[in-house]
């Protein structure tokens, strides 16, 4: 029977310790090392025969998404399933770019990343659930962003990115060569067409975190 030989990477010893012994109880499934940091990890690297790499993400030394970036040309064909408590877009995004094929959150239960294990074997590229809608989330941003960018008048773009770059009704005025007054009729007009009552509220929703 084929056996899927697995790396375990996490500085917290009593779940690298727990990860260990539960996968070492599965069918078709060996752990052949663990590591405690990310030094460690790549300094065995590329001497290991492993299929997938369980990784955690915020560790001493390398984190997880250097560890990935360094290894993954190494040996193109292991995958790698970044096991974290971080759920935060950069993170996400630099795990999945730097060579990660699946996310799965730590609050998940165990079935979770062993049915991870499984899915990249066989193509996929498995996701918590809500890693999956912060993702699509993200997709969705842009359109959002650009449909309110396209409600403002060019001085109005202007005059909201002044804004949230911390400028007061003064600066904004000497940048844009106009009086404050001015100034402020473009911000009610903003507030207006975006339908917010504040500065915050504003720069939040078109420059959205």
Known sequence: ????????VEDDKDLRQMLEKFFNLQ???QVVKVFANGNLFLEDFKYSDCDVVIMDINMPGKNGIECIAEAKPVKPKVQFVVSTSLENHDYIFEALCAGATGY???????????DAVRNVMEGGSPMSPQIARLVVGSFQKPVVLNNLLNELSEREKETITYLSQGLNYKQISDKLFISPDTVRTHIRNIYSKLQVKSKTEAINKVFPR
């Not at 799965?104 to 062993?114: C, E, F, P, R, T």
């Open 1 to 8: 029977m084929f056996q899927i030989k697995i790396i375990i």
């Open 27 to 29: 069918a078709n499934i």
């Open 104 to 114: 799965i959150m730590k609050s998940d239960k165990a079935d979770a990343l062993l």
